[in-house]
């Protein structure tokens, strides 16, 4: 009797114990953005363990930092910097190797890995292990990294132009564009390696003290500055309309005048860089678009160095017209928007990207059924990524 109660005491308190560490893990593995430095068990019992997140830091245009945990400590002699280039048949270099000190007590290993060119480079790196008790080597998981590092600016900010009229869908611009950033954050640096500055990253945005409408009413031209240092600048948003365009009801407008627009600042109409990543966003997008029946043609019209559309009210609300790379100037002859000024101000190339018109009931419904905003981050990962040469225009690969 007393024996099999005892078993029974020990086993609840396993069962307990194993409870509390899931619900531990979990929570742990939700909330902390560090857990991303953590290494996860392994089922397999023999060479259970290896590095599995490896994260890295962009310190400037020709170095990159890797950190990773010591949480293996305690079975590890020695960690193996290893580097490949993208070329998946391509060897694996070990670029240095660091003791372990043997100890678990929650400190990062760091290794700057600096590259010959300031150009846009672009790597894959893994820790492998070598073990204490067996001299057995484990090889770590692959990490995409580059030196690149875009500024990303989800247009507006929540609640800022919602939708009037029927069959609205609640869609609001302001509350739809930090869904498409944060996924295109996400995005470039899981299958490209790139880095981003977020001018938001949630519901609101605060520069200089000022905040929401009181930063775009007096001060947008601050958003665009925030890029300074950065590659390239992408403003995040959707179209709207004239009032009453096309003898429609404003937000109620035909499919076909759906176009992806890019809007250029001065420095990128003459940048061959910025150009090719805008030619590869308007295609992508503007395929999706289409894809999901919100425009009648998947056709975009590329432009080219000092080549481009000059954006005009008639242009942006015609029925007839595919999207195209355009620039609006004020009759100064400088951007005409502030955003991009800012932008140009601080010697970045910078872009609007105009995904769609949400005056389109189309576009509201999809965006509301569809997660369209995956879509769309994804058009620009890859746009943005031919652009910096780390993909190819007629590459297929959608995987995630
Ligand atoms: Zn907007």
Not at 28 to 40: E, I, Q
Not at 140 to 153: P, Q, R, Y
Request: proline share 2%.
């Amino acid at each position: 009797m007393k024996k099999t109660k005892k078993a029974k005491v020990v086993f609840l308190l396993l069962f307990f114990s194993a409870v509390i560490s899931s619900v531990y893990f979990f929570y742990f593995k939700k909330t902390d953005p560090k857990v991303a430095l953590n290494y996860v068990l392994k089922n397999n019992p023999v060479e259970s363990n290896c590095i599995e997140n490896l994260v890295f830091e962009r310190i400037s245009n020709n170095s990159i930092k890797l950190i990773f945990n010591d949480s293996l400590d305690g079975e590890v002699k020695e960690y193996n910097i290893m580097r490949a280039s993208m070329d998946k048949k391509s060897e694996w270099t070990k670029l240095s190797t660091i003791q372990s000190d043997n100890k678990v007590d929650k400190k990062n290993y760091e290794y700057e890995d600096k590259f010959e060119s300031n150009g846009p480079t672009q790597f894959r790196y893994r820790i492998d292990i070598c073990k204490k008790d067996d001299n057995n080597i484990v090889r770590g998981n692959e990490t995409i990294a580059s030196n690149v590092l875009v500024c990303l600016d989800p247009g507006h900010f929540n609640g800022k132009t919602p939708v009037t009229g029927d069959k609205t869908y609640n869609y609001c611009e302001g509350s739809y564009t930090i869904k498409i950033g944060l996924e295109l954050r996400d995005l470039l640096l899981k299958k490209y390696g790139i880095s981003s500055k977020m001018t938001r990253d949630s519901e609101h945005i605060t520069i200089d003290n000022l905040t929401d409408q009181e930063l775009d009413g007096k001060k947008i031209i601050l958003r665009g500055e925030v890029s300074k240092g950065c590659d390239m600048f992408f403003s995040l948003h959707t179209n709207a309309n004239g009032e009453n365009a096309n003898n429609a009801k404003t937000n109620e407008q035909a499919k076909n005048i759906t176009k992806t627009l890019l809007l250029m600042n001065k420095l990128s109409m003459s940048n061959e860089r910025a150009i090719k990543v805008a030619n590869n966003i308007g295609k992508e997008v503007s395929k999706v678009n289409y894809n999901f029946k919100l425009s009648t043609t998947p056709n975009f019209q590329t432009a080219s160095v000092n080549n481009l559309k000059e954006w005009t009210g008639p242009y942006n609300d015609a029925l007839d017209q595919i999207g195209s790379v355009c620039y609006r100037h004020n009759p100064m002859g400088n951007d005409y928007y502030d955003v991009l000024k800012g932008s140009n101000n601080v010697n970045v190339p910078g872009m609007i990207i105009e995904h769609g018109f949400h005056t389109v009931v189309e576009m509201r419904k999809c965006a509301a059924e569809n997660d369209l905003y995956k879509h769309w981050a994804l058009a620009d990962a890859k746009g943005i990524a031919i652009g910096f040469g780390f993909a190819k225009e007629n590459d297929n690969d959608d995987k995630k």
